[in-house]
């Protein structure tokens, strides 16, 4: 059974930075895409970033949030810096059904929430 | 940016009945479309990838169909647990978008 746990979320002031983990269990990490999906409170799910042999950014967060990837901890990272009230969400993780193509969105994390705000 | 409408916003439908819920891309996405359910307190769910395949474990009475720029997603037989939100999301190029959503409700 695929697995996938968040941490790292909290409370932060604007400008400020956070680190967000996921680490995947039940499948074999390195040959999938992986993502964060965000939601804002109220609000639909928007993606923000993947990284399978290339990393992409939503232009939202492009320039501050930073995707990465540690296959053999079999983690998925998220560094977000310069963060802003508008990034206040539940930020997901999640495993694409595929590698460099195909990248519906097969499991979920629970989610973990990052509150933005002074 | 490829923008994903879905209608209705809400949709209001006795269980046992048929759902019907549609999403238009801006331009065309082949059948790269995925449909997603989520539950209050739950992470998404993926229902539905490639247009018309359904995942892992997803009932027969979950479909998906369309190419190109119109979508749609029926759900026969409405159960109780079927009363969520649903989403589409293209994944034909980047950036990756979803729908807005339609809500689901008895």
Sequence with gaps: ?118 | EIVMTQSPATLSVYPGETATLSCRASQSVSVYLAWYQEKPGQAPRLLIYGASTRATSIPARFSGSGSGTEFTFTITSLQSEDFAVYYCQQYHSWPLTFGGGTRLEI
């Design chain 1, 1 to 118: 059974e695929v697995q996938l746990l968040e941490s790292g979320g909290g409370l932060v002031q604007p400008g400020g930075s956070l680190r967000l983990s996921c680490a995947g269990a039940g499948f074999t990490f390195s040959s999938f895409a992986m993502s964060w999906v965000r939601q804002g409170p109220g609000k639909g799910l928007e993606w923000v970033s993947t990284t399978s042999d290339t990393t992409y950014y939503a232009d939202s967060v492009k320039g501050r949030f930073t995707i990465s990837r540690d296959d053999s901890k079999s983690t998925l990272y998220l560094q977000m810096n310069s963060l802003r009230a508008g990034d206040t969400a539940a930020y997901y993780c999640a495993k694409s059904t595929g590698k460099n193509s195909g990248h519906a969105f097969d499991s979920w994390g629970q989610g973990t929430l990052v509150t933005v705000t002074s």
